[in-house]
């Protein structure tokens, strides 16, 4: 139910004028295709993959015989579907215990809500979790992390503002040590000057948690702001160069009617979207799952 409030804007920018624009046409025709596409277009679903599927729709259109436009929203539902599902997919890896979750992105993208929300998710599975505040340039980003760790009822790894990010990682790590924690979830510094800069920020961090916990199965989450559309895909593009990301949290769904960059993302970076954030609460972050999501926009 939550999904489905969270992305009621996207449905409307792709389901409802999909309903729309069926119920205008008697038959199917090239037309209906082009009109198709441009609500594909405008819910951000990518150029490249807007074809695609409006080419398979032609082609399942004129094979299967189909002649009544009603079909072609079935036809979209399970284009759109197979489509997800073609894209690596995998879930958030915790199962061993210990796990290390680093969170990298840059600031605004809504980082810090996602860790809370993470970490409210994995405490439910009964998980001891740990949070580290690894953004240290920002007092806000600290003080942040530590109003979600109380919501939560986790601790928080902290150090003062303008300390060495990989300090704070260190320190986490030995704290998650001696607490026999199963998650040790990592915020990263959220600067963005440069791709050096972020490349010498993120890369000490790494090195620490490659030496103090080799043991540890990593995940990298790359959180990206979905109502930002086209940049979104710019910043994962610099963040993939710098970083091995493991997976990407897609916030804000709830926020935008182009929803469909869940899709050009996953697509065009070929990195699984394990996680959708859908609104401000602890409870709104889903895990991703194609057809769920399609089902959600179309039922
Ligand atoms: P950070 O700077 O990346 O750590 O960003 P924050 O976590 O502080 O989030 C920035 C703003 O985005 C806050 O006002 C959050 O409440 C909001 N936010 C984060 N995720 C979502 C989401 O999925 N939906 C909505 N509507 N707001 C979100």
Redesign the pocket.
């Known amino acids: 139910a939550r999904l489905k409030e969270g992305l009621s804007k996207t449905k409307k920018g792709i389901t409802d004028k999909v309903d729309i624009l069926i119920k205008s046409y008697q038959k199917i025709d090239e037309e209906l295709f082009e009109e198709l596409e441009e609500i594909l277009i405008t819910a951000d679903i990518g150029v490249n993959t807007t074809m695609e599927v409006i080419d398979e729709l032609r082609d399942a259109v004129k094979v299967q015989k189909i002649t009544q436009p009603e079909k072609i929203k079935e036809l979209l539902q399970e284009k759109l579907t197979t489509t997800l599902n073609e894209l690596s997919s995998s879930d958030l890896n915790t199962e061993s215990s210990p796990s290390i979750i680093l969170v990298v992105?840059v600031?605004?993208?809504?980082?810090?809500?996602?860790i809370g929300k993470i970490a409210y998710k994995l405490k439910g599975q009964g998980k001891k979790v740990l949070l580290a505040a690894g953004d240290t340039f920002r007092a806000a980003?600290i003080d942040?992390l530590k109003i979600w760790g109380d919501r939560v009822g986790v601790d928080v790894i902290k150090h003062q503002e303008g300390s060495d990010p990989a300090a704070v990682i260190y320190d986490a790590i030995q704290a998650a040590k001696a607490r026999k924690m199963d998650v040790l979830i990592c915020d990263t510094a959220?600067r963005l000057h440069n791709k050096k800069n972020l490349m010498n920020e993120l890369g000490k961090v790494f090195k620490v948690v490659e030496r103090e916990f080799p043991q540890a199965v990593k995940e990298v989450l790359l959180?990206l702001d979905a109502t930002t559309g086209q940049n979104a895909i710019q910043q994962a593009k610099t963040f993939k160069e710098v970083a091995n990301i493991s997976g990407l949290v897609l916030?804000?769904?709830?926020?935008t009617a182009k929803g469909g960059i869940v899709i050009a993302i996953s697509k065009e970076l070929n990195i699984p979207v394990k996680l959708i954030?859908?609104?401000?609460k602890m409870e709104?972050l889903q895990e991703f799952n194609a057809s769920v999501f399609v089902k959600a926009l179309f039922g």
């Open positions: 992105g600031n605004g993208v809504g980082k810090t809500t996602s980003a942040q959220g959180v916030t804000k769904l709830d926020g954030g859908v609104g401000e709104d």
